[in-house]
C-alpha cells in the first residue's frame, strides 16, 4: 500500500516561492507516476505536474508552466514541487498522487493531469499567496 505524505505549504506574499515535498512509502511497482493537484475550496481538482519516476519525463499543466517545476529524489522517495512566482490565485490545498507505471501523457501535447489517472493520494498541504 502506497502512503503518501506532503509538506512544504505555507502563506507567501505574490511572487515569493515554496517548495512542497511528497513523501512516499510502500513502493511496491518499478515505476511510478507522480503527480500534483491543486484545489479550492469544493471545486475539481486541477492537475498541475506529473513525472514518471524513475527518470521519465515531467509534465506541466498550461497554467503553471514555466513557474512550477516537479522534480524526484529516487534515494529518498520523494517528489518536490518547486512553486515560484507566485499569485493569489495559485492559493489552494495541494495534494500528492501517485499511479503504478509510465505516466501516460504525450511529449507533444499539453497534458490534461487527471485524478482519474491515480489510485494514491496523501492528505494535502495548504498553500495561500496573499496580494
Known amino acids: 500500500q502506497v502512503q503518501l505524505l506532503e509538506s512544504g505549504g505555507g502563506s507567501v506574499h505574490t511572487g515569493g516561492s515554496l517548495r512542497l515535498s511528497c513523501a512516499a512509502s510502500?513502493?511496491?511497482?518499478?515505476?511510478?507516476?507522480m503527480g500534483w493537484f491543486r484545489q479550492v475550496l469544493e471545486k475539481e481538482h486541477e492537475g498541475v505536474a506529473a513525472i514518471t519516476t524513475p527518470g521519465g519525463s515531467a509534465y506541466y499543466s498550461l497554467s503553471v508552466k514555466g513557474r512550477m517545476t516537479i522534480s524526484q529524489d529516487n534515494a529518498k522517495n520523494t517528489t518536490y514541487l518547486q512553486m515560484n512566482s507566485l499569485e493569489p490565485e495559485d492559493t489552494a490545498m495541494y495534494y500528492c498522487?501517485?499511479?503504478?507505471?509510465?505516466?501516460?501523457?504525450?511529449?507533444?501535447?499539453?497534458?490534461?493531469?487527471?485524478?482519474?489517472?491515480?489510485?494514491?493520494w496523501g492528505q494535502g498541504t495548504q498553500v495561500t499567496v496573499s496580494p
Open positions: 498522487a501517485a499511479e503504478p507505471g509510465d505516466c501516460p501523457y504525450s511529449d507533444y501535447a499539453a497534458p490534461h493531469i487527471s485524478d482519474d489517472d491515480f489510485s494514491y
Open positions: 510502500g513502493y511496491g511497482f518499478r515505476s511510478y507516476c
